[in-house]
């Protein structure tokens, strides 16, 4: 048979026991709603960035656009910059007050110098 504090002891550890499995349940349950919090918000940064994508991608389509027709604006002027060029290196006048303004280098066409900096 068992005696008087064996007996208590096992109705102590008993106790314990409970207690314990209920604290560990308890943990066991924030632990989830942990994983569930977790998950819920990578989900919605998830749709967030997605939408940011397919909000950048419109711009970036809009911009394109845009982008090619000032390019097509452009290409006529540039073409023209090589002709300043050269008509600064035979007129150094030209030179001095147009290219200057515009830090473009002349084309010399001649053996001229080009004029120094007033």
């Known amino acids: ?14 106790t314990e026991v409970s207690r ?4 560990l ?4 349950g924030a632990v989830r709603m942990l994983l569930v919090a977790t998950v819920v918000g990578t989900a919605a940064l998830c749709l967030f960035m997605y ?3 397919q909000l950048l991608r ?3 389509v809009a911009q394109e656009s845009a982008l090619k027709e000032a390019q097509q604006q452009w ?9 300043f060029q050269r008509i600064g290196g035979r007129h150094p006048d030209y030179t ?4 200057e303004r515009f830090r473009l280098e002349p084309i010399a066409g001649t053996n001229t ?3 120094g900096k007033p």
């Open 58 to 60: 419109f711009q970036i």
């Open 113 to 115: 110098p080009r004029p």
């Open 96 to 99: 001095t007050h147009v290219l």
């Open 75 to 83: 290409i006529p002027m540039a073409e023209l910059l090589p002709v």
């Open 51 to 53: 939408r940011q994508s």
């Open 20 to 23: 314990l499995r209920t604290e």
């Open 25 to 28: 349940m308890a943990l066991q």
């Open 1 to 14: 048979m068992t005696s008087g504090p064996e007996f208590q002891s096992d109705t102590a550890s008993a």
